[in-house]
Nanobody, 120 residues
């Protein structure tokens, strides 16, 4: 199973970016999916999560600016980031709780990370 993230880049303050993360491989089912970020010298923190049914949860610093969504048919999670600030600069990691075919229990998987830089 692999999680492939894309969509990062350099954007000016106030701008927008959309991240995508697609899961592939021998997947039986996917439960929660989400995004975390890690800025240089800081611990990894929650950005947003979304359940299979669409219930969402956001980190305090991104509420009202970021929107998480998913396409269950495509095993893909998205993060629409608006009104970006320099403090949003970080490596963004996608995460998914996946049950692979032939297994009994799901386990967490992580994508490779995509850099988001907000700077003028």
């Amino acid at each position: 199973v692999q999680l492939q993230a894309s969509g990062g880049g350099l954007v000016q303050p106030g701008g927008s970016l959309r991240l995508s993360c697609a899961a592939s491989g021998s997947i039986f089912s996917i439960n929660d999916m989400g995004w975390y970020r890690q800025a240089s010298g800081k611990q990894r923190e929650l950005v947003a999560t979304i359940s299979k049914g669409g219930s969402t949860n956001y980190g305090y610093s991104v509420q009202g600016r970021f929107t998480i969504s998913r396409d269950n048919a495509k095993n893909t999670v998205y993060l629409q980031m608006n009104s970006l600030k320099p403090e949003d600069t970080a490596v963004y990691y996608c995460n998914a709780e996946i049950r692979i075919k032939g297994s009994t229990w799901p386990r967490p998987y992580w994508g490779q990370g995509t850099q988001v830089t907000v700077s003028s």
